[in-house]
């Protein structure tokens, strides 16, 4: 039995009524994260992680939510259906459904790493486990954090003492919090966009600790652009909210298309640094490894390559097509 196909609608639990991640309207929707590509308005009915609550309603709104806390279990139409940390961003989560002995894990977008700002990813059991693929390829491999934070701090400490801002470009949800969590608020001022802002005081909501920061609206003193670091969306690249540097700053982007050659140069800034809130190849098949599961679908990314490998090593591998890793808060390879 499939617990979950694929519908023009998203993915669908036949025993159960209700999608997962879905991208068209729907009455039941159980949502992995809070990312433009996985949580989308109009759905009837939402349920997510307790912890993903605040960043739900921050991004949706007014919306009708119920919440799980993690680990603990409910049962719908006979399918019972539990809330595992995915290690994502904060509130991500693993969708573990299970129906008449067969038990199946759909993981949304994860990251095995340790991260400061979300509950470490948690694997799971089951007969047949969903995979991300986005970054699916042996080249994707990530050092520690606390060697980007050093990068980080290093440049960021550089351009001050040249008087000029540090502008990092970042995905307003996970990336811009993950960064915030980790840098050395000491260097100087942190000024944020207000698309990462509103996510900020989710977070801090939600009890991540993260460093006072700014919004541009609050800078009083014109000299703290000299020094501060001042944290971006990438759409903010070339848009008026930059004129406030003048020509008195450098740029960089945090992203795991950093790890290519080619990223930074696509990307049109001074630095790169990898970083990414989803799992390496390696993250990726330790992650698939300890699911012990018979059977594998894989979602976004080198979907094929990753299907292909997967079959290789005797598992039974499949896809699913999606509409996951779309614009928006996912991430994305720059344009070419």
């Known amino acids: 039995m499939d617990l979950v196909v694929s519908r023009p609608e998203g993915l669908y639990c036949p025993p159960g009524d209700f999608y997962i991640d879905p991208w068209r309207k729907v009455d039941r929707a ?3 994260h809070a990312h433009a590509d996985h949580a989308r308005v109009g759905h009837n009915h939402y349920l997510c ?21 993690y680990g603990t279990s409910t049962v719908h139409n006979g399918v019972k259906i539990s809330l595992h940390p995915a290690g ?7 969708i573990r459904l299970e129906y008449q002995g067969h038990v199946w894990v759909a993981s949304g977008d994860y990251k095995v790493a340790p991260d400061l700002t979300c509950d470490a990813f948690e694997p799971v059991k089951c007969h047949t486990f969903i995979t991300e693929s986005t970054f699916g390829l042996p080249i994707y491999r990530w050092r520690s954090d606390a060697e980007i934070y050093a990068e980080i701090n ?3 400490a550089a351009n001050a003492a040249q008087g000029k801002a540090s502008v990092l470009y970042g995905y307003s ?13 000491s260097i100087g001022p942190i000024v944020c966009h207000s698309a990462c802002e509103g996510l900020n005081k989710a977070y801090r909501d939600a ?14 003193d014109k000299s703290t652009y000299k020094t501060c670091l001042a944290i971006a969306p990438p759409a903010a690249q070339g848009a008026a909210w930059m004129k406030r540097f003048g020509n008195a700053y450098s740029d960089a982007f945090a992203s795991g298309w950093m790890q290519l050659r080619g990223g930074r140069r696509r990307s049109n800034v001074d630095r ?16 698939i490894g300890a699911t012990g599961a018979e059977q594998v679908i894989v979602t976004h990314g080198y979907v094929q390559v990753m299907v292909r490998w997967l079959q290789e090593q005797g598992l039974n591998a499949r896809a699913f097509v999606t509409e996951y890793g779309g614009e928006g808060e996912g991430e994305q390879e720059p344009a070419a």
Request: hydrophobic content about 45%; some cysteine; aromatic content about 6%.
């Open 88 to 94: 994502h961003v904060l509130g991500s989560c693993q």
């Open 49 to 69: 992680a307790a912890p993903g609550e605040g960043v739900l309603r921050t991004r949706l709104g007014n919306i009708s939510l119920d919440t799980l806390p």
């Open 30 to 32: 159980i949502i992995t």
């Open 272 to 287: 790169g640094f990898v970083m990414s809130d989803h799992a390496d190849w390696p993250g990726l098949m330790r992650a």
């Open 207 to 220: 009890g991540v600790k993260l460093p006072e920061t700014l919004t541009v609206s609050e800078v009083l």
């Open 173 to 185: 949800f996970g990336k811009a919090q993950r960064i915030l969590a980790g840098v050395d608020s």
């Open 154 to 156: 290093a440049w960021w």
